[in-house]
């Protein structure tokens, strides 16, 4: 089997002898220009079809309040912002990050979603995590904006970890590695 991608101006084609999915942290001989390279693919996986993280949500307690906290307290950006009924599909990003990846603040109003959110907190399980560059500077910010942590910066291994309340019925970890 041959199977051709382009990506950056360089075609790579890969050949599979036995019929399987190229790896795609392969080397490979490109041709462009009339030279040969030897490329490391390292994320080929999105030219080939690959499943993408695009949307993941945080249950909510109050959308206006968790817009407020997510965009003015932790820095994130809005990205959408419309009706849905009696809600609303909110997004926000991360200024930092890829532009076509979101969170969005769901109305926590199901009562098993209610159940799982009140569970999580009080077993002291963080819904979700986000990474900062600087988890000590990061800490000191958000404490000094009000923040209540459930666990100051504590190294685990490689990466050292904290853990805040959201105002929205959430635990969340910040995570520098």
């Known amino acids: 089997m041959t199977q051709t991608v382009t990506r950056e101006n360089i075609q790579a084609v890969f050949i599979d002898r ?11 001989a490109c041709v462009s220009d009339g030279r040969v390279l030897l490329v ?15 949307l993941t949500s945080v249950m909510v307690d109050d959308q206006d309040k968790a817009l407020r906290f997510y965009t003015e307290v932790l820095g994130f950006v809005k990205k959408t912002d419309f009706p849905v009924g009696k809600y609303r599909w909110i997004t926000v990003a ?12 769901e109305p926590n109003e199901n009562p098993a979603a209610k159940a799982y959110q009140k569970a999580m907190r ?7 995590a986000f990474f900062v560059g600087d988890i000590h ?17 504590t190294a685990m291994g490689q990466q050292t970890i904290a853990m805040f309340d959201d ?9 520098q590695t």
């Open 40 to 54: 490391q693919l390292k994320e080929v996986c999105a030219s080939m079809g690959a499943m993408k993280i695009k």
């Open 167 to 175: 105002t929205c019925g959430n635990l969340i970890r910040i995570v």
């Open 137 to 153: 500077r990061e800490f000191e910010r958000l404490k000094a904006l009000g923040v209540r942590f459930a666990m100051e910066p």
């Open 18 to 28: 036995d019929g399987a999915t190229p790896r795609t942290n392969a080397s490979v």
């Open 94 to 105: 991360s200024p930092e990050g890829p532009d076509d990846i979101e969170l969005a603040l």
């Open 122 to 128: 009080e077993q002291g399980i963080p819904l979700t």
